[in-house]
């Protein structure tokens, strides 16, 4: 992996961090408490952490020489992606749950 690479993954793992950790407040209380849940947003969070103290290491050293290093950048880059999927399907999940119970309420009124 290049330094132009780990430069560009430098920009997404900042992104993921900070979208699982806003976003995660909006999802229903219900979906939270789901140990499931809560393992993959830490897991998002370490490995976003990890990910990007590898690609900061292969933008300093002029990349990752290592192709053992570059494929765990790739494997942490693709976990904490997969992560802000799944909490983003969560806040859509969330979103249409109470747009049908309010309409249901409008409906009983």
Wanted: proline share 2%; aromatic share 6%; hydrophobic share 60%.
């Amino acid at each position: 992996m290049n330094a132009e690479t780990c430069s560009a993954l430098t920009a997404v793992f900042p992104i993921v961090m900070l979208t699982v950790a806003v976003e995660r407040r909006s999802i229903a209380m219900k979906i939270r408490r789901l140990g499931w849940f809560r393992d993959l947003s830490v897991a998002s969070i370490i490995c976003s952490f990890v990910g990007l103290w590898l690609v900061l290491a292969g933008v300093q050293m002029g990349g990752l020489g290592n192709p053992i290093l570059a494929i765990w950048a790739w494997i942490l880059t693709v976990v904490s992606v997969t992560a802000l999927a799944m909490t983003l399907i969560g806040v859509l999940v969330t979103a249409e749950v109470e747009e049908d119970t309010a309409e249901a309420a409008h409906i009983a009124d």
